[in-house]
């Protein structure tokens, strides 16, 4: 079974709750979605055996906070996920994964060896994608199991509503978990602090705990 791999590489680790951690990046081919602001253009990929891509994460030797898989969208790859997975607990790893949060049949049978799950929320209103949330609240469902924390995109054309209805389902599902705002990094940021701080207002208003992360890795030119 193989699967295809854009990159397999050490770096820390440039958004979220874990920003700054020191992790090894799995990077898979392609994704089932495709959101307007996606800067993630990848066009080439090796394809590798779960036992090849093993014997490639052993070669780094320093000490490393996880394995991050990251995309595109890792959970096409739900099967070789299983047997990498299996592998990389022997040797001690934690497991990190960076996901759209639209696959959760897939999710379901990898949930046992993941550590913590960053989960995208796509607003309809910013990624262009229409409306996924019953997807997205299945997949919480499944993802509350482990540690999670959600993610979403704030973009000039982002609608309050799209914010209510995030806060609704960290409420409905799992209402520790923190949702990480974080601004479109080619977009003017003054203007989007504004609506980042009445966002904020509202999520304190509904107890729902966020913060402002920016994606440190698209400012500082990390890979
Ligand atoms: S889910 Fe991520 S990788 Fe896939 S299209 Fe959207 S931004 Fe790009």
């Known amino acids: 079974m193989k699967a295809r791999i854009a990159e397999v590489f050490e770096s820390v680790q440039g958004e979220g709750l874990y920003l700054g951690e020191k992790q090894i990046f799995v990077r898979f081919f392609n994704c089932n979605l495709s959101c307007v602001y996606c800067d993630t253009k990848l066009d080439r990929f090796m394809e590798y055996e779960p036992h ?7 070669l780094y030797r320093d000490k490393y906070h996880s394995v991050s898989f990251t995309g595109g969208e890792p959970l096409l790859y739900k099967d070789f996920l ?3 997975l299996k592998l990389t607990s022997k040797h001690g ?24 799950v960053a989960m995208d929320l796509k ?3 910013s990624s262009g994608m229409g409306n996924l949330w019953p997807m997205h609240k299945k997949f919480l469902k499944v993802a509350v199991k482990k540690e999670v924390f959600l993610k979403a995109i704030i973009c000039q054309a982002t609608l309050e509503e799209d914010l209510r209805e995030a806060l609704g389902l960290i409420k409905e599902i799992s209402p520790s978990s923190v949702l990480v705002l974080q601004p479109n990094s080619y977009e003017n940021q003054p203007v ?3 609506k980042l701080s009445r966002f904020k207002e509202i999520a304190n208003q509904q107890k729902v705990t966020t913060c402002v992360i920016p994606q440190m890795h698209k400012i500082v030119g990390l890979r």
């Open 93 to 116: 790893h934690k497991h990190y994964l960076e996901t759209n949060g639209t696959l959760f049949f897939e999710l379901e049978e990898i949930i046992d060896r993941i550590d913590i």
């Open 82 to 84: 299983k047997e990498i």
């Open 52 to 58: 090849e891509l093993f014997d490639e994460i052993k």
């Open 123 to 125: 607003f309809p209103s």
């Open 192 to 194: 989007l602090n504004e």
